[in-house]
């Protein structure tokens, strides 16, 4: 019998950030801020110089309990595109934007999938997701749900068409965060275009985000958008002095 409750945890890393997921206490906040029992906990490790030294540290991880298991990306991208009928080229620039996200995707045993861009961060402990599940459970044509962003409700709200007691309703699609279905995304979904989805970054090119979001308006897809909780999404710093600053914040 399916959990209709189970849901996997993922997030990814790469050569810029994987110091804050797996140096510091930064993952398991991550996680912990949803106040959910979630069925897998798993890490991408995605584009990085050193992978033995990331994987020492995500072993650690997986010895904390933090996560259940780690995935290299690398290891499966090539069949992940052949699954989906892609191709690097496809992505016009924004393949490393990509390939994780696919690949979670791929490998997901669980009928729920919650993602975090590695930069995403609840503001707060909030279970929003018994409200989310319920939904996505009653509803075929919400495939999507997530927290609001940087706590712009009323942008929320401006993009939305509907609303329900909990919920913004309407379009749109982030790989900031979400929660899906896994099988609405395990299909051949990734090559469609819609005008209105030009809005998201160039230096991106043809990206997943940008992909999904044009499926969901060619087939009248639709996103929940919780009213009461937000993800924090802040670009980690570049600057030497400031990461580590940064680092010490999330240290244990």
């Known amino acids: 019998m399916v959990d209709k409750m189970a849901i996997t945890f993922e997030t990814k890393c790469w050569e810029q950030d994987w110091e804050f997921l797996l140096k ?7 996680i912990n801020r949803n106040q959910f029992k979630f069925a897998q906990k798993v890490l991408f490790i995605n584009n990085v110089k050193n992978l033995d030294l990331v994987k020492f540290y995500a072993d650690k991880k997986i010895k904390e309990g933090i996560i259940d298991k780690y995935y290299v990306v690398a290891d499966y991208a090539e069949d992940v595109l052949n699954f989906f009928g892609l191709s690097r080229t496809d992505f016009s620039g924004g393949y490393y934007y990509s390939i994780a996200e696919l690949t979670s995707i791929y490998l997901c045993e669980t009928e729920f999938l919650l993602h975090y861009s590695s930069d995403a961060i609840l503001s707060k402990n909030f279970n929003w997701l018994d ?37 913004y309703i309407g379009y749109g699609f982030s790989d900031q965060s979400y929660l899906i279905r896994v099988n609405d995304f395990r299909k051949n979904i990734y090559n469609e275009i819609n005008e209105a989805s030009s809005r998201y970054p160039k230096y991106g090119g043809e990206l997943f985000e940008k992909r999904v979001d044009s499926w969901m308006r060619n087939h009248e897809f639709y996103r929940i958008t919780h009213k009461e909780i937000s993800y924090i999404h802040q670009n980690f710093p570049k600057n030497k002095l400031l990461r580590l600053l940064k680092l010490w914040k999330w240290k244990k």
């Open 24 to 30: 510091t206490n930064y993952l398991h906040e991550m």
């Open 131 to 167: 409200d989310a599940i319920e939904v996505l459970n009653s509803s075929k044509q919400v495939v999507v749900a997530n927290p609001c962003w940087n706590n712009k409700y009323q942008e929320a709200k401006r993009e939305s068409f509907d609303e329900s007691n909990k919920f």
